[in-house]
C-alpha cells in the first residue's frame, strides 16, 4: 500500500517564473494539506483541499493556489517565484484521525 | 511571540543518554499534541499522539502534557544513533481530526554518538 508520493523530488526554478508540485495521497485518504518547510524551521501550514475546495488556509498570498481532483490528488501551484519561496514543500494526506506526510518537494529559487 | 516555541537547539548526546525535548505554546485552542520525527530528507513521522495533561509512554519514548503551563516534553530514554534525527512537536484545535491543521514547533535536530 503506498503511502503519499509527491513529484518531483527536487526542482530548481529562477525568479519569478511559476512552479507545480504534486501529490498523491495514501488510499484511502481523501483529504489533502499542503506544508511548506524552510530550513531550519518547521513546517507552516499553507492550505486544505477536501472534495476539491480549498477548506482552510494558513497566512500566504495569494500567489499560492492549489487543486484538488476528483481522485483525491492534488497540485499546489506558486507564481512569481521569490527567493524566500526556496523550502521544502510537505503534502499530508488524511482521514478521519490518520494524517500521512509525503517525503516533500524541494524547491529552489535562484 | 510565535504560537509554538521549541527548545533546546542543535542537542548532541552520547549512546545511551536520556534526552528531554520541550515545546511551550501560547494558544488555549490547542488541544492534541503530537511528537514527529523527521530525517534528513524525508517527511515528518508520527511518534507520539496526545490530548490529555499527563504522560503517556511508548517504548523508549514519554511525552508529558501539562496544559496549565502550557508545556509539552518528549523524553527519549536509552537514546540509539538511530534516534538522530529532527524532532517537532505538533498541535491542533479542535477534535484534532485530520481537518484540523498542525501548528508545528520549529524542531530540534538531535545528534546521538556512538
Known amino acids: 500500500d503506498a503511502g503519499v508520493t509527491q513529484s518531483p523530488t527536487h526542482l530548481i526554478k529562477t525568479r519569478g517564473q511559476q512552479v507545480t508540485l504534486r501529490c498523491s495521497p495514501k488510499s484511502g485518504h481523501d483529504t489533502v494539506s499542503w506544508y511548506q518547510q524552510a530550513l531550519g524551521q518547521g513546517p507552516q501550514f499553507i492550505f486544505q483541499y477536501y472534495e476539491e475546495e480549498e477548506r482552510q488556509r494558513g497566512n500566504f498570498p495569494d500567489r499560492f493556489s492549489g487543486h484538488q481532483f476528483p481522485n483525491y490528488s492534488s497540485e499546489l501551484n506558486v507564481n512569481a517565484l521569490l527567493l524566500g519561496d526556496s523550502a521544502l514543500y510537505l503534502c499530508?494526506?488524511?482521514?478521519?484521525?490518520?494524517?500521512?506526510f509525503g517525503p516533500g518537494t524541494r524547491l529552489t529559487v535562484t | 511571540q510565535k504560537e509554538v516555541e521549541q527548545d533546546p537547539g542543535p542537542l548532541s548526546v552520547p549512546e545511551g543518554a536520556i534526552v528531554s525535548l520541550n515545546c511551550t505554546y501560547s494558544?488555549?485552542?490547542?488541544?492534541?499534541f503530537m511528537w514527529y520525527r523527521q530525517y534528513s530528507r524525508k517527511g515528518p513521522e508520527l511518534l507520539m499522539y496526545?490530548?490529555?495533561?499527563g504522560n503517556k509512554e511508548d517504548g523508549r519514548f514519554t511525552a508529558q502534557v501539562d496544559k496549565s503551563s502550557k508545556y509539552i516534553s518528549l523524553f527519549i530514554r536509552d537514546s540509539q544513533p538511530s534516534d538522530s534525527a529532527t524532532y517537532l512537536c505538533a498541535m491542533s484545535a479542535g477534535s484534532g481530526g485530520s481537518n484540523y491543521k498542525l501548528t508545528f514547533g520549529k524542531g530540534t535536530l538531535l545528534t546521538v554518538n556512538p
Open positions: 496526545t490530548y490529555s495533561s
Open positions: 494558544n488555549s485552542a490547542f488541544q492534541y
Open positions: 499530508a494526506s488524511s482521514y478521519g484521525q490518520g494524517r500521512s
